[in-house]
Nanobody, 120 residues
Framework: VELAESGGGSVQAGGSLKLSCVAS????????MGWYRQTPGKEREFVAS???????AYADSVNGRFAISHDNARNTLYLQMNSLKTEDTAMYYC???????????????WGKGTLVTVSS
């Protein structure tokens, strides 16, 4: 599984960015994909997730501002980020899990991340 994020950058507070994550050697399934973020000195934190039946989940801090989606034809995961705040500044990582039958979902596979910087 290879995950390649893009779309990060610098934006002013209140602005928008759209992150992309292209997945290779991976089939989007019931275990789904997601986005996490991390700032220096802090634990990586959950941002949003999506499974193949359309079930989504969001961290409280981004609910209503961020939207996760997936394009099956492009095997690409997206994160539309609106009304960005300075506290959204972080390295954003794409994650993916694989369904392994009776063994359930795999651990997360990770991309290398894309940096989002929000200035006031």
């Amino acid at each position: 599984v290879e995950l390649a994020e893009s779309g990060g950058g610098s934006v002013q507070a209140g602005g928008s960015l759209k992150l992309s994550c292209v997945a290779s050697e991976y089939r989007f399934d019931r275990c789904g994909m997601g986005w996490y973020r991390q700032t220096p000195g802090k634990e990586r934190e959950f941002v949003a997730s999506l499974t193949d039946d359309g079930t989504t989940a969001y961290a409280d801090s981004v609910n209503g501002r961020f939207a996760i989606s997936h394009d099956n034809a492009r095997n690409t995961l997206y994160l539309q980020m609106n009304s960005l705040k300075t506290e959204d500044t972080a390295m954003y990582y794409c994650s993916a899990k694989m369904y392994r039958g009776l063994r359930g979902c795999s651990n997360n596979y990770w991309g290398k991340g894309t940096l989002v910087t929000v200035s006031s």
